[in-house]
């Protein structure tokens, strides 16, 4: 197809890597609301109120400099 030079971008690169992850995840950032995110969510061990904790303090230190 030609969208991606295989030289810049060799196989198991990690842009691949992030492309397998994105389309694994529904392409959501969030790993809110999909069974993948849950999944994700389940072997990383990953804390539901840890997450919505992380995302408010991101939020915060963003939104007021927008």
Known sequence: MGMYNVTSFPQDSEFWQL???????????????????VAFMGMENMDFFWLVALLLQVMLLVLPHT
Not at 19 to 37: E, R
């Open 19 to 37: 492309i397998a992850f994105c389309a694994g995840t529904g392409g959501s950032m969030l790993v809110i609301g999909s069974a993948a995110g």
